[in-house]
């Protein structure tokens, strides 16, 4: 025999799973929690270990995501979310349409650089967050294609170079996410986006007629040097 219940009662349920949490805490642990796991990657970290290190119960943990899946989904989306609101930000400031392709592009690489190896590696290595950096490199390319298109109607680029250098950006891309341009150069993700940048605008030409971008300048002048994948 099933009891009944009153259909009337909708008020939401806590269970040993799920607790409700306020809004400002939520937010707060999501940026713990994914402080963590870009620095160390996902796959060897488990919700005990989180929540102990969050100093949280494991029911205030799964009250942000339902599973340590759909957490890491949650951490990657909001990454490249971040990511993409700060970069946007930096290039409309930017008044140079040249320069513009450059911002983006090195904003790519800053914020490649936030995370660690072991990220990067859990992120390709995971289908379902593979799919988020797939996505989210074709965006990437698309935004290049479309700078470059606005410098090509202002003049600044030649129709014909435009187009082709929107194409070699799409598939240098493409190549960084496969991972095949990073075990070839031994750059890291973000250096590849910043030197692709400098390579758009500066061709390889010596220098000394073009003023050295900032991350250039920082290789010329004993900047560090990107250790192999």
């Known amino acids: 025999m099933t009891a009944q219940t009153d259909s009337r009662d909708r008020r939401p349920r806590r269970t040993a799973r799920r607790r409700v949490v306020d809004t400002g805490r939520r937010e707060e642990l999501l940026r713990q929690a994914e402080a963590i796991i870009l620095a160390e990657g996902f796959t060897s970290v488990t919700m005990d270990e989180l929540a102990q290190r969050l100093g949280c119960s494991k029911a205030t943990l799964y009250s942000l995501a339902s599973t340590k899946e759909q957490l890491v989904l949650a951490v990657t989306r909001a990454f490249f979310r971040e990511a993409t609101a700060e ?3 930096a290039v409309q400031a930017e008044p ?3 320069q513009r392709i450059r911002v983006y592009l090195n904003g790519v690489g800053t914020a490649m650089r936030r995370h660690s190896h ?10 379902p967050t593979a799919q988020i950096y797939r996505k989210n490199s074709a965006a990437a390319a698309h935004r290049v294609h ?12 030649r129709a014909l170079n ?3 250098a929107a194409h070699v950006v799409a598939v240098t891309i493409d190549a960084v996410q496969s991972g095949v341009l990073l075990e070839r150069t031994g750059l890291t993700a973000g250096d ?7 390579l758009l605008l500066d061709g390889l030409s010596s220098g000394q007629d073009t003023p050295a971008s900032p991350s250039t300048a920082g290789r010329q002048h004993g900047g560090q040097v990107s250790t192999p994948r």
């Open 162 to 164: 435009g187009h082709f």
């Open 87 to 89: 970069i946007e930000q």
């Open 192 to 198: 590849a986006f910043s030197e692709l940048g400098d």
């Open 96 to 98: 140079d349409a040249r």
């Open 118 to 127: 072991a990220f990067y590696d859990d992120m390709v290595g995971y289908e």
């Open 146 to 157: 479309e700078l470059i298109e606005e410098g090509v109607r202002t003049g600044v680029f």
